[in-house]
Each structure stands twice: as C-alpha cells, then as structure tokens.
C-alpha cells in the first residue's frame, strides 16, 4: 500500500485520512477575487467564477473578501485531497488485483524418462 508522508507530519496518509480532512472542510466557492477600482473608502472587489459554462462577476463587499478567500482555498484543498484519494485507491486497487492473479505455474516435470509411442 502506498503511504505518502507530508514532511511535517510523521502520521501515512491513507484514503480514510483523506475521507477525514475533506469532512473537516465546510465552505467552498470557486473563482477568484480581484480588485475591481479604488474608491475613495477602499478597494472595491469583484468575484469572478463560471457557472454553468458562462463568466460570472459578482461584487463583494470589502468585509467579505477574507471569507471568500478562505472559500476559494478551501476548495483549491479539497480538489487537492480529492486527487490524493483517487490516486491512493486507484493504487490500493491495482495491488489487490495483482496479490489476486495467480501466475501460471508449469506442470512438475516428472524424473521419469520420456518414451516414444511406436508408430508401427
């Protein structure tokens, strides 16, 4: 089974690991924020994702962009854990598929010597 470490951690990550940090994630968004204009009480800020294959554009207020940050992180991680989860199963599968197929083993050869049948 393949056991990835993260370099500051010194527990395997394994697929029920994974299960486990995708449960702990509970807001997501896509897309990104960008700064819109300068106005005269601050940036104004514009949200920007696809939606059912069109650009969207949303205006977000000032005290919101820190938690639409964290949303649009949060599911950049969850994209990520969900690769690894695929990744580690796709693995798992493979190497009990190989454990199940048995190679074919040739028949014992026999100390006996070999005798030709008569043609006559």
């Given at each position: 089974?393949?056991?990835?470490?993260?370099?500051?951690?010194?527990?395997?990550?394994t697929p029920e690991?994974?299960?486990?940090?995708?449960?702990?994630?509970?807001?997501?968004?896509?897309?990104?924020?960008?700064?819109?204009?300068?106005?005269?009480?601050?940036?104004?800020?514009?949200?920007?994702?696809?939606?059912?294959?069109?650009?969207?554009?949303?205006?977000?207020p000032a005290e919101?962009?820190?938690?639409?940050?964290?949303?649009?992180?949060?599911?950049?991680?969850?994209?990520?854990l969900v690769q690894?989860?695929?990744?580690?199963?796709?693995?798992?599968?493979?190497?009990?598929?190989?454990?199940?197929?048995?190679?074919?083993?040739?028949?014992?050869?026999?100390?006996?010597?070999?005798?030709?049948?008569?043609?006559?």
């Open positions: 089974m393949l056991r990835i470490y993260y370099p500051r951690m010194k527990t395997p990550i690991s994974i299960l486990q940090a995708l449960a702990q994630i509970q807001r997501l968004d896509r897309g990104t924020v960008n700064v819109l204009r300068q106005g005269p009480n601050g940036p104004y800020y514009n949200h920007q994702c696809y939606e059912d294959g069109r650009n969207v554009s949303r205006y977000v919101q962009v820190a938690e639409l940050k964290a949303a649009i992180a949060d599911h950049h991680r969850f994209q990520q690894q989860y695929v990744e580690l199963l796709v693995e798992r599968t493979r190497a009990e598929r190989q454990a199940g197929s048995k190679k074919k083993t040739p028949r014992p050869t026999s100390s006996w010597p070999k005798t030709r049948k008569s043609t006559s």
